[in-house]
């Protein structure tokens, strides 16, 4: 029964992206809808990146420092682990997970509420695809800003780590350069980008579809918008996996 | 015009419309009414593809809508109006650019001209000065009004309205009808509306349709219908007491 059910949404969700990735009525209409979407999913997000990185950065190293290091440890380990911690994890896949939550119910709720007031009909009866001219915007707008948030995200992470060094005296600064300078490998900067990517079509589709099918009222436009969160969560988790274990 | 032929329809067992043959046409307002939950709305959506027919043909001057591909519904959605029963404007948007969207999206003109024709439809309407207001900043007339002004921005051939004066006061509700009335003449347009305001039926009505529990129960015009001799259709119209006595008095002073 339940496999059924999960064939028919993936099956409606596949049509519905099919309608989404049609050329645009018209590319100026586009343009302006992919503005106003990446000031509100992306620029919108900024703050809520930066402050969660910065803590995470700080609490990583001070767990590091006190709870993990001990005497026999080259002193870079804490920065050392910090920084992959935040590269490798943190900065793409947690950091999406966070969004999903937030961009998520977002797009969802407007959707819905645009679905059951009628506003997507309006844009059908006018000839409009109206998949099209509401989805393809905030998917190309999620995916394009993502990696800008991912880099805010590590700098913001490494930051924190600084402010633990020089406001908390938990670890030194040269310490915490030297860690944060070893072995560093570029390809893992580029793994958490990639990963991101993925994970930003994730969070725009798949809200996009639960708020755009919703049927009924008010009711729904809330269940539509937990839905599209916890779907979202859970598909990013699953493909952490398999992108991590693809791509290292 | 648009004809209709042999409509049927019906949600998974259950039969909603049932052998609808009908015609609406051009320069007219044409009506539907019927009691709650008759079908008038799913007859709207049917007649604007929002919902498929079970069975039968809709036909717009001759080009039939259900044997349309995706693409020559588009097009001939470009003639169409429509006005929502919720008014359905884009929220995050202000009258004027919901005026401007239709027009934003297919005219070829200039920005100035677009502009030109979003504030004179607005005009039309009497909302000249509340184009900067956001939808939830105007009253629920106000709402129909620019919606009907969006309706009619890109000059459609066909114009459908559901229910456009429910949960209006009865003088607003007289404001739109003869605005809906006035657009379809001075323009030619196929208009068609939802309504069970008998003020409308009586005010506008130039080819009503009535229809019972999906059946198209009697067609006529406003002249006809106060001396109509159908039991169903009486019964709907002269609803209270007060409204047969006047029907009484009225086919009195008819005959004398
Ligand atoms: N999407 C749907 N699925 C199943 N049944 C529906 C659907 N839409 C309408 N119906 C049924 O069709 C019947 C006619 O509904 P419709 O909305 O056309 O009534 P109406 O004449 O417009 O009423 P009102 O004047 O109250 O708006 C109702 O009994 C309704 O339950
Ligand atoms: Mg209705």
Redo the contacts with the bound molecule.
């Keep these: 029964m339940y496999i059924i059910k999960f064939l028919q949404s993936f099956g409606e969700y596949l049509l519905l992206m099919g309608r989404s990735f049609q050329k645009p009525e018209r590319f100026k209409m586009f343009l302006r809808k992919y503005y106003q979407e990446v000031m509100a999913l992306g620029v919108n997000s900024i703050g809520i990146v930066l402050l969660i990185s910065l803590f995470i950065g700080a609490v990583i190293c001070i767990q590091m420092k006190l709870n993990i290091q001990s005497a026999w440890m080259p002193t870079w380990v804490s920065g050392y682990t910090t920084r992959e911690i935040m590269l490798l994890e943190f900065s793409s896949a947690i950091m999406c997970l966070i969004l999903a939550g937030k961009v998520g119910s977002n797009i969802a709720s407007e959707l819905g509420t645009m679905r059951v007031t009628q506003q997507i009909d309006a844009l059908e009866i006018m000839g409009v695809n109206s998949a099209s001219y509401l989805i393809l915007p905030k998917i190309t707008a999620l995916v394009s800003i993502i990696p800008v948030l991912v880099t805010f995200s590590v700098a913001a992470g490494i930051a924190g780590a600084y402010c633990t060094a020089y406001f908390a005296d938990i670890i030194t600064p040269s310490d915490l350069t030297l860690g944060l300078q070893h072995q560093f490998t570029q390809w893992f900067f580029w793994m958490g980008v990639i990963k991101s990517l993925f994970f930003a079509f994730i969070i725009a589709s798949v809200s996009s579809y639960y708020g755009y099918t919703v049927r009924g009222g008010s009711i729904e436009v809330g269940k539509a918008s937990t839905n599209a969160v916890v779907s979202s969560s859970v598909l990013i988790l699953f493909s952490d996996i398999f992108l991590t274990k693809m791509l290292s | 015009m648009i004809t209709v032929d042999k409509l049927y329809k019906s949600?998974?067992d259950?039969q909603?419309l049932s052998d609808i043959n009908t015609e609406f046409h051009n320069g007219k307002t044409n009506l539907i009414i019927?009691?709650?939950?008759?079908?008038?709305?799913?007859?709207m959506n049917c007649l604007v593809g929002l919902h498929e027919p079970s069975q039968g043909h809709i036909l717009y001057d001759g080009r039939d809508l259900t044997a349309m591909s995706k693409r020559e519904r588009t097009l001939l959605r470009r003639e169409i109006g429509m006005l929502f029963?919720s008014s359905a404007l884009f929220d995050s948007m202000t009258v004027l650019d919901n005026v401007m969207f239709p027009l934003d999206m297919f005219s070829t003109k200039s920005y100035k001209e677009r502009r030109e024709r979003a504030l004179h439809c607005l005009d039309r309407v009497n909302l000249g000065g509340a184009e900067s207001k956001y939808p939830n900043e105007l009253s629920g007339g106000m709402q129909k009004r620019a919606a009907i002004a969006r309706a009619i921005a890109m000059e459609p051939r066909y114009l459908f309205c559901d229910?456009p004066n429910s949960g209006l006061d009865p003088k607003t509700s007289l404001v739109i009808d003869k605005l809906i009335s006035d657009i379809t003449h001075e323009n030619n347009i196929t208009t068609v509306v939802?309504t069970?305001d008998m003020n409308s039926v009586i005010g506008i009505g130039e080819n009503i349709l009535f229809?019972d529990k999906g059946h198209k129960a009697w067609q006529g015009s406003n002249k006809e219908v106060l001396t109509a001799d159908n039991k169903r259709l009486n019964d709907f119209i002269f609803a209270s007491d007060f409204s047969k006595q006047l029907r009484q008095d009225i086919i009195a002073n008819m005959a004398g």
């Design positions: 949600f998974d259950r909603v019927g009691q709650s939950g008759s079908g008038k709305t799913v007859l029963q229910e939802n069970h229809i």
